[in-house]
Nanobody, 126 residues
């Protein structure tokens, strides 16, 4: 069992930056595919970014490509989402997720992930 806890959300002006963290507890995070999803009010949860179990591969939604960077530090059991050039459309609750261990590659669908954090609010003002 893996417990995930997100942190780093908050209020930021358009054009600003935030870094989200997703800390895993319960067992080592190495080998688990990591993912970030977001859900805005009245909308369905959508894929943001994913990273492979050892961090060698990443993939992004077109809407965040070039602005967001997903990374991981397996020694700290943590996955990060660096968000730059934020826009009001990025406002949402951001969730981290994990799938694994091993054999899951990169995941873009929420049903590929067995473990979820509680979410952290990101609000971007115009």
């Amino acid at each position: 069992q893996v417990q995930l806890v997100e942190s780093g959300g908050g209020l930021v002006q358009a054009g600003g930056s935030l870094r989200l963290s997703c800390a895993a507890a319960g067992r080592t995070f190495r080998g688990y595919t990591g993912g970030w999803f977001r859900q805005a009010p009245g909308k369905e949860r959508e894929f943001v970014a994913t990273i492979s179990g050892i961090g060698s591969s990443t993939y992004y939604a077109d809407s965040v490509k070039g602005r967001f960077t997903i990374s991981r530090d397996n020694a700290k059991n943590t996955v990060y989402l660096q968000m730059n050039s934020l826009k009001p459309d990025d406002t949402a609750v951001y969730y981290c997720a994990a799938a694994g261990p091993w054999g899951h590659g990169l995941g873009v669908r929420s049903d590929e992930y067995a473990y979820w954090g509680q979410g952290t609010q990101v609000t971007v003002s115009s």
